[in-house]
């Protein structure tokens, strides 16, 4: 098909269709698309080992944390879990705000699967880490100071401003990491965005619903001064800001920029078969 024709196919002056442009478009409808119709028994053992994939990263974030007491380093051995999500094909919820959203916008998928996508990531994800927070504290009594202290100082912010910035900029750094390994086929690309993004989430202390929540867990049940209505207060705050931070800062600018594509998706113009098949002549 001829740039000509496709103008005419999906608006005159509306797209020019950058190669770059047109991958992401498939790559992001595609893969959303997928997630969005996973079957009840996938979706929820999807997410649960997103939890417990999470905590191998949490078993080496406290094991450099207590031998260097470095937040950096920490942080850094902390994207073995991050990774661990990606070789695992797991999920965790903040993942879930650019992919799937370009696929209801395009069309496939709807509002329901993406509400059923997020409700079920986040409590599976919380439950996943709850099991895997509970083999800690039985197997490392050693490191429950560790835990405690972290969990501290998630719940311990100087001001609810400074709170609610911590959790936008976790919601953000997780689904920008997420698009860039969806953006990339080589994984050692990929490896090196996880352990880059560990090192910003834990090394600034950010705040992070599932992936904080099971520090918390882990302390709790360690034996910290932490109530489960202090989770919940923290938690109330922490997730919709999660959710603003990976949803306006990074998934709605990136919508913005295929929008015209997502729009011939969904009125029918363009199909996606053709998209797919215009992505794959232009790559080779």
Same mark, same amino acid.
């Given at each position: 098909?001829?740039?000509?024709?496709?103008?005419?196919?999906?608006?005159?002056?509306?797209l020019?269709?950058?190669?770059?442009?047109?991958d992401?478009?498939?790559g992001?409808?595609?893969?959303?698309? &997928?997630?969005?119709?996973?079957?009840?028994?996938?979706?929820?053992?999807?997410? %649960?080992?997103?939890?417990?994939?999470?905590?191998?990263?949490?078993?080496?974030?406290?094991?450099?944390? &207590?031998?260097?007491?470095?937040?950096? =380093?920490?942080?850094?051995?902390?994207?073995?879990?991050?990774?661990?999500?990606?070789?695992?094909?797991?999920?965790? %919820?903040?993942?879930?705000?650019?992919?799937?959203?370009?696929?209801?916008?395009?069309?496939?998928?709807?509002?329901?699967?993406?509400?059923?996508?997020?409700?079920?990531s986040? /409590?599976?994800? =919380?439950?996943?880490?709850?099991?895997?927070?509970?083999?800690?504290?039985?197997?490392?009594?050693?490191?429950?100071?560790?835990?405690?202290?972290?969990?501290?100082?998630?719940?311990?912010?100087?001001?609810l401003?400074?709170?609610?910035a =911590?959790?936008?900029?976790?919601?953000?750094?997780?689904t920008?990491?997420?698009?860039?390994?969806?953006?990339?086929?080589?994984?050692?690309?990929?490896? /090196?965005?996880?352990?880059?993004?560990?090192?910003?989430?834990?090394g %600034?202390?950010? =705040?992070?619903?599932?992936?904080?929540?099971?520090?918390? %867990?882990?302390?709790?049940?360690?034996?910290?001064?932490?109530?489960?209505?202090?989770?919940?207060?923290?938690?109330?705050?922490?997730?919709?800001?999660?959710?603003?931070?990976?949803?306006l800062?990074?998934?709605?600018?990136?919508?913005?920029?295929?929008?015209?594509?997502?729009?011939?998706?969904?009125?029918?113009?363009?199909?996606? &078969?053709?998209?797919?098949?215009?992505?794959?002549?232009?790559?080779?």
């Amino acid at each position: 098909m001829e740039e000509r024709e496709q103008r005419e196919r999906l608006g005159s002056n509306d797209l020019d269709i950058e190669d770059a442009l047109l991958d992401e478009a498939v790559g992001t409808v595609v893969t959303g698309a &997928e997630r969005l119709n996973r079957r009840w028994p996938e979706l929820i053992v999807t997410g %649960f080992f997103g939890g417990v994939d999470v905590g191998l990263g949490i078993l080496a974030m406290i094991l450099v944390k &207590e031998a260097t007491g470095s937040d950096i =380093l920490a942080g850094l051995a902390f994207g073995v879990g991050l990774l661990a999500l990606k070789l695992a094909h797991s999920e965790l %919820f903040t993942e879930e705000f650019l992919l799937p959203l370009n696929a209801v916008i395009a069309g496939q998928g709807t509002w329901l699967q993406l509400l059923r996508l997020w409700s079920v990531s986040l /409590v599976t994800n =919380l439950l996943g880490g709850l099991a895997f927070g509970w083999l800690i504290v039985l197997g490392l009594p050693d490191y429950h100071r560790v835990l405690i202290d972290a969990a501290v100082g998630y719940l311990d912010q100087p001001s609810l401003v400074v709170m609610i910035a =911590l959790s936008l900029l976790a919601g953000a750094v997780i689904t920008l990491s997420t698009r860039m390994q969806q953006g990339t086929g080589e994984d050692t690309v990929a490896a /090196v965005i996880c352990f880059v993004s560990g090192l910003l989430v834990i090394g %600034f202390g950010m =705040l992070h619903g599932a992936l904080n929540a099971i520090i918390i %867990f882990a302390a709790m049940l360690a034996g910290a001064d932490i109530s489960v209505a202090d989770f919940l207060g923290w938690f109330a705050v922490v997730i919709p800001f999660n959710m603003l931070g990976g949803l306006l800062v990074i998934a709605l600018p990136r919508v913005a920029r295929t929008r015209r594509i997502l729009k011939a998706l969904r009125t029918g113009r363009l199909s996606l &078969e053709e998209l797919e098949r215009e992505s794959g002549e232009k790559s080779g």
